[in-house]
């Protein structure tokens, strides 16, 4: 694969990412700013939004010059950007014009350099240029995932309207067949590694990387059982797949 080909690729899964952890943030918080200081999701967001349309003007021309005039104009211009929703859509279409640019960049170009005003002012090459749009997603991705923590919501990750569709299928999972018995456990126990029963058994002990989402709706996970009654473990099973 072509590193250019790999990188837009790349920025598009990071952009889709961070704009999915900003959905779930709720509408009314989406303007909230930490300490009434820092960054809101929606300032975050429109700056993602953004990003397609600097990283092609660097690699295809001289950076962008941010003069009071030219920072109104985007401020002017983002101002009508309030949702996440079009925020993203803003990002997608901008999007199309640096894919173009970045998959026809020469192979033989990538590792010129051009001097740019940031991290002090040095010589970048093209490749950490067209590199930016994924930074940048990630590295704000980050910050989305903490001002939701401030807000309180330490549940995994979904979005709003998974939330509003799965509520129930949070709160529990649907049984399992395991040897002959039914598998049923409260889903914000099982994360919060709560005891469950699997018939004449409990379940408990979970660790983080004992529940993987296997990329079909559902869960796989180990999980140490012991008898009911009893204080030890004595034994180790795994169950293949929990559907939520």
Same mark, same amino acid.
Request: glycine share 6%; hydrophobic share 40%.
């Given at each position: 694969?072509?590193?250019?080909?790999?990188?837009?690729? *790349?920025?598009?899964?990071?952009? &889709?990412?961070?704009?999915?952890?900003?959905?779930?943030? =709720?509408?009314?918080?989406?303007?909230?700013? +930490?300490?009434? &200081?820092?960054?809101?999701?929606?300032?975050?967001?429109?700056?993602?939004? #953004?990003?397609?349309?600097?990283?092609?003007?660097?690699?295809? @021309?001289? +950076?962008?010059?941010?003069?009071?005039?030219?920072?109104?104009?985007?401020?002017?211009?983002?101002?009508?950007?309030?949702? *996440?929703?079009?925020?993203?859509?803003?990002?997608?279409?901008?999007?199309?014009?640096?894919?173009?640019?970045?998959?026809?960049?020469?192979?033989?170009?990538?590792?010129?350099?051009?001097?740019? =005003?940031?991290?002090? /002012?040095?010589?970048?090459?093209? #490749?950490?240029? #067209?590199?930016?749009?994924?930074?940048?997603?990630?590295?704000?991705? @980050?910050?989305?995932?903490?001002?939701?923590?401030?807000?309180?919501?330490?549940?995994?990750?979904?979005?709003?309207?998974?939330?509003?569709?799965?509520?129930?299928?949070?709160?529990?999972?649907? +049984?399992?067949?395991?040897?002959?018995?039914?598998?049923?456990?409260?889903?914000?126990?099982? #994360?919060?590694?709560?005891? @469950?029963? *699997? @018939? /004449?058994?409990?379940?408990?002990?979970?660790?983080?990387?004992?529940?993987?989402?296997?990329?079909?709706?559902?869960?796989?996970?180990?999980?140490? *059982?012991?008898?009911?009654?009893?204080?030890?473990?004595?034994?180790?099973?795994?169950?293949?797949?929990?559907?939520?």
């Amino acid at each position: 694969m072509r590193y250019q080909d790999y990188i837009v690729d *790349v920025s598009r899964k990071s952009a &889709a990412e961070a704009f999915r952890y900003a959905k779930s943030v =709720p509408a009314d918080k989406l303007e909230w700013s +930490p300490l009434d &200081a820092g960054r809101s999701v929606l300032d975050i967001c429109r700056e993602l939004a #953004m990003t397609p349309t600097w990283a092609a003007a660097t690699v295809d @021309g001289p +950076p962008v010059e941010w003069t009071e005039e030219a920072f109104a104009a985007v401020k002017k211009e983002q101002s009508t950007w309030t949702t *996440v929703e079009a925020c993203e859509e803003q990002f997608n279409q901008r999007m199309e014009a640096t894919d173009a640019l970045f998959r026809a960049f020469p192979d033989e170009r990538l590792n010129e350099t051009k001097w740019l =005003p940031y991290d002090g /002012g040095r010589d970048f090459t093209f #490749m950490e240029i #067209m590199d930016y749009p994924r930074w940048n997603s990630t590295y704000h991705l @980050g910050q989305i995932a903490y001002i939701q923590i401030l807000l309180g919501d330490k549940e995994m990750l979904l979005t709003a309207v998974e939330r509003q569709q799965g509520k129930r299928g949070r709160r529990r999972i649907a +049984p399992l067949k395991f040897d002959s018995d039914v598998l049923a456990i409260p889903f914000k126990q099982m #994360m919060r590694g709560r005891v @469950g029963r *699997v @018939g /004449g058994h409990e379940v408990r002990e979970f660790e983080g990387d004992d529940l993987l989402c296997d990329g079909r709706g559902g869960f796989q996970f180990e999980a140490q *059982v012991t008898p009911i009654r009893r204080g030890e473990l004595d034994r180790h099973v795994a169950i293949e797949r929990l559907q939520v």
